[in-house]
């Protein structure tokens, strides 16, 4: 599976930007999709994650609420509306997509897009 990101850019806070992530090759082994973040310094950290078949949701508690993740199936895009975005924001994200076959789990992983909050 190959993972391409898009959207990352300059904004201030309280800004909104909308992050793509198309996913080809593989992707009917796709069980999970999701975007992570990491900061200078930082470990790199959950942000959300939505499942192929249901949909189901999960955010961390540090985006609730100002995030949206979302997919389209057709187009094999995942999205990532944020919204009243933070200098604490400030990272390069990543999307993941897991795949599942004969038994095991695996990731892949985009090549990030650097979104940047000024204050």
């Known amino acids: 599976v190959q993972l391409v990101e898009s959207g990352g850019d300059l904004v201030q806070a309280g800004g909104s930007l909308r992050l793509s992530c198309a996913a080809s090759?593989?992707?009917?082994?796709?069980?999970?999709m999701g975007w992570y973040r990491q900061a200078p310094g930082n470990q790199r950290e959950l942000v959300a994650t939505i499942t192929k078949i249901s949909g189901s949701t999960n955010y961390a508690d540090s985006v609730k609420g100002r995030f949206t993740i979302s997919k389209d199936r057709a187009k094999n895009t995942m999205y990532l509306q944020m919204n009243s975005l933070k200098p604490e924001d400030t990272a390069v994200y990543y999307c993941?997509?897991?795949?599942?076959?004969?038994?095991?789990?695996?990731?892949?992983w985009g090549q990030g897009t650097q979104v940047t909050v000024s204050s």
């Open positions: 090759g593989s992707t009917f082994r796709i069980v999970t």
């Open positions: 993941n997509a897991r795949l599942r076959g004969f038994g095991l789990d695996i990731d892949y």
